[in-house]
């Protein structure tokens, strides 16, 4: 009970419920809840093995609990993050399924689940931003643009899915009316806009360490060859870490810990020192 008090809501939610009452469907707003429980369990358990923190959850129908509008991920991890959502909403289906070999009579019972949860996972993976396959897109994306073109990038293509999904509606209208493609809509309209309530994964003590008077630093020389995403992974955990861009004509650049932040949200993590600095 005390999770639930302070389980924050998105207030969409509650015209989501409000929507499945009206139209009798109660039962199934409540395997949706559960569905996306076990999506966002998935989001947090591997985001957590990669020693990552969440700093906000809300409940929404739409979206995943993840800010990435800063780069804040070393590596593959945000696509492995984005991704774990979807796996387990497969992987509980999938063992449902074969439980119907087991309990035949539990397909009755279960029939509704294993549909959502399936989806549910095909849905956020569609390359959309801020669905999961939208930040796999912008975090492949950038590897070769700037993170903010790679954002804009996957918000047209969220802008495309929704004028494909609102024509679909108008479609079943006048053949068969199926509502789901204007929840669809406003599921990805929702996600793309609503960006305060988002949650958000933050490396833990990555750039948000504790100084004192006194604290010892994790100091690196770096050569211009080295990658912003080098730089990235090269941040320590616990210590401040400062990078000293030696150059040929002997002059010495620093590069904070916010530094390299900066330069990755301005160009793609590929990018060598040498081709912005020198």
């Not at 569609?126 to 492949?140: C, K």
Request: glycine share 6%; net charge positive; aromatic share 12%.
């Amino acid at each position: 009970m005390r999770l639930l008090k302070r389980l924050p809501i998105h207030p969409s939610f509650y015209l989501i419920f409000l929507w499945f009452l009206v139209t009798g469907q109660a039962t199934v707003f409540f395997v949706l809840t559960f569905c996306l429980l076990i999506h966002e369990a998935g989001h947090f358990f591997v985001a957590k093995k990669l020693k990552y923190h969440l700093s906000g959850f809300y409940l929404a129908p739409y979206g995943v609990a993840l800010n990435l509008a800063e780069c804040r991920f070393l590596g593959k991890d945000e696509v492995k993050i984005a991704l774990a959502g979807p796996a387990v909403n497969l992987v509980f289906a999938v063992v449902i399924v074969a439980l119907w070999w087991v309990l035949p009579e539990s397909y009755f019972f279960t029939r509704q689940a294993v549909e959502t949860s399936v989806t549910l996972a095909l849905f956020n993976l569609l390359p959309a931003y801020p669905l999961d396959g939208g930040r796999v897109l912008v975090s492949l994306l950038s590897e070769k643009i700037s993170r903010k073109k790679a954002l804009k990038v996957a918000r047209a293509i969220n802008l495309v899915f929704c004028a494909i999904f609102a024509v679909c509606f108008v479609v079943t209208c006048f053949v068969n009316y199926n509502p789901t493609f204007a929840l669809m809509v406003v599921f990805l309209l929702g996600g793309m806009l609503d960006t305060k309530l988002e949650g958000e994964y933050e490396m833990t003590n990555l750039f948000e360490k504790k100084i004192k008077n006194f604290s010892s630093v994790k100091l690196l020389a770096v050569s211009p060859n080295a990658t912003l995403g080098e730089l990235m992974r090269a941040i320590d955990g616990i210590r401040l870490t400062i990078f000293c861009l030696v150059l040929e004509s002997g002059k010495t650049v620093i590069l904070t810990e916010k530094r390299v932040l900066s330069l990755c949200m301005k160009h793609p993590i590929t990018t060598t020192l040498s081709q912005i600095l020198v």
